[in-house]
């Protein structure tokens, strides 16, 4: 979520669901999205390998998971990360040793003015 879309998209409310970056009113956007086939909205902020995710999925107009999150200092549960749970929800699987995020290729770039270019 780049600051020019945050702005672009916000109806000025704080952002529900305990995201960091989720635009206020961005939700019901996403849920009406999610009326043709479900939709995810994740966040993951990380620094020298300690971080924190946040993931939520929207289908058939509802959220049908999460939010889910985990703090910086907690471990991941035994069915994996909030973004690989969100993925998997969407259909993405994983061979090990990679997960769902690795899968899908959002590993490729670290920030995410790098998707723009």
């Known amino acids: 979520m780049t600051d020019e879309l945050f702005d672009a998209v916000t109806d000025g409310t704080e952002g529900p669901l305990g995201f960091w970056r989720l635009p206020g009113g961005f939700d019901q956007r996403l849920a009406e999205w999610s009326a043709a086939g479900a939709v995810a909205y994740v966040e993951a902020e990380y620094f020298g390998g300690v971080g924190e995710q946040r993931a939520a999925v929207w289908a058939e107009g ?9 703090r910086e200092g907690q471990s991941f549960g035994p069915a994996g990360s909030p973004i690989s749970l969100a993925l998997r929800r969407l259909g993405a699987v994983a061979d090990p040793p990679a997960d769902e995020f690795v899968a899908v290729g959002l590993n490729r770039h670290r920030h995410s003015e790098d998707w723009l270019g």
Do not use: F, M, R, S
Request: glycine share 12%.
């Open 62 to 70: 509802a959220v049908v998971l999460g939010p889910l999150q985990v």
